[in-house]
């Protein structure tokens, strides 16, 4: 199905953009449309500005998640049972993986199962959040709803993890043409001027006998190289699954330079549109705190939220151990007690997932912005010594055969 990429005016009277899927440009605006919204423009999604699928080791993607929730809500407005449903979105589903699962969970609910139940055994397709919000739609008998605000946080999360990912491509394109450049330069470039610069003959600058050695290692050690990088990366992966190295990694993730500020953003704006789908659906506070802390990736955010959830459970207020825990900017704390003494929690919770989603947008803006200089002068730091220690004895040669 097309996807069409749209800058609206929301019904709230703010400007909004994303992604849709649609069988056409005509449908895509009548749902956007139906919503009421104002279309400032939409058009077709093409390579370049198309929201990243991202699947990072599941069957199932965000995105398809999503337009799997548009559709069924669609489809059970329209009067179709559940049933039905199931195998009509079975048929016109691309992934086999999810094709297979929606037709154990069709074949479950036929023999009496609860949907919720049914997609409960299939962890690896269906996320243990969205099993909560379809179970609180069945007991409510408001699965349409529940849906739609599954749809909803599902297009808002893909959005954010493809802002993410289009902002690292960038710097790894970069990094790896870096990496080319020198790897040519010092195993084809370099050793032809050693052979010129060994039958001259005389006293080479420092510079330049320590770029040839360099080179020698690069041509006759390459595979020392190979086996200390598989190995490093090996070892940063078994060591980030202990706990000791998930939390070095998430205060990293947290402090780094640059991608700090944008990772505890990112976390914010999940955690505050989570937890707000949740609550509107009816699931209790700390059901929805511990849902928020399983789909957390960082170790430190996820730490915080089930100190937290302790602490909820024990009859303190969200708001004082979410401020305690010194992760979470001071906005987040604060609309949290406001939402706690107005009893608009939902509301206040919608209001701050929407600041930090805007601020991740303006964010990596700001990211991509910052390192393409960056980039640029780590390749000039790497490349001109390079260039100095062929021209320097060279410049020299040219001028002993002058005189």
């Known amino acids: 199905m097309p996807s069409y990429k749209y800058e609206i005016i929301g019904p709230d009277g703010k ?17 956007l449309k139906a919503g009421g919204s104002v279309i400032v423009s939409i058009s077709k999604a093409n390579a370049l500005n198309k929201d990243i699928d991202i ?54 609910v036929q023999k009496g199962e609860t949907l919720a139940a049914a997609m409960s055994e299939h962890p690896k397709i269906f996320p243990p959040l969205m099993i909560q919000m379809i179970a609180a739609g069945e007991t409510s008998g408001g699965l349409d709803k529940a849906l739609n605000r599954m749809g909803t946080s599902f297009e808002k999360d893909a959005h954010l993890k493809g802002l993410i990912v289009k902002s690292a491509i960038y710097p790894c394109i970069l990094i790896l043409v870096i990496i080319v450049v020198v790897a040519i330069m010092m195993i ?22 320590a770029v040839m050695a360099v080179s020698d290692f690069f041509v006759n050690s390459w595979y020392i190289m190979l086996i200390v990088l598989v190995a490093v990366v090996l070892f940063l992966k078994e060591f980030k699954k202990t ?43 700390v059901d929805a705190i511990r849902l928020v802390a399983e789909m957390m990736s960082n170790a430190i955010v996820k730490h915080a939220l089930e100190e937290a959830q302790e602490e909820v459970t024990r009859g303190i207020s969200l708001s004082k151990p979410l401020a305690d825990s010194g992760v979470f900017p001071p906005m987040v704390y604060h609309m949290i007690e406001i939402g706690e003494e107005t009893g608009n929690m939902e509301d206040m919770l919608d209001k701050v997932s929407e600041y930090y989603e805007d601020e991740v947008e303006m964010e990596t803006q700001s990211l991509l912005a910052a390192m393409e200089p960056l980039i640029i002068i780590i390749m000039a730091c790497v490349v001109v010594p390079i260039v100095l220690a062929i021209m320097m004895p060279m410049y020299t040669l040219y001028n002993n055969i002058g005189a």
């Open 243 to 285: 706990s000791v190295g998930a939390e070095l990694f998430g205060k990293l993730g947290l402090k780094a330079p640059l991608f700090g500020k944008l990772n505890i953003k990112t976390a914010c704006a999940r955690m505050t549109r989570t937890l707000a789908t949740l609550l509107a659906s009816g699931i209790q506070l």
């Open 15 to 31: 400007p909004q953009s994303g992604q849709i899927d649609a069988i056409n440009i005509e449908a895509a605006s009548g749902e």
């Open 55 to 108: 699947h990072i080791g599941k069957a199932v993607s965000v995105r398809e998640l999503s337009v799997f929730c548009r559709q069924f809500e669609s489809v059970l407005n329209a009067g179709v049972t559940v049933i039905e449903a199931l195998s009509m979105l079975a048929e016109q589903t691309e992934n086999k993986s999810f094709k297979s699962a929606l037709e154990d969970v069709r074949d479950a």
């Open 188 to 209: 084809k470039i370099v050793p032809t001027f050693t052979e010129s610069f060994d039958e001259v003959g005389g006293q080479l600058p420092g510079i330049t006998l």
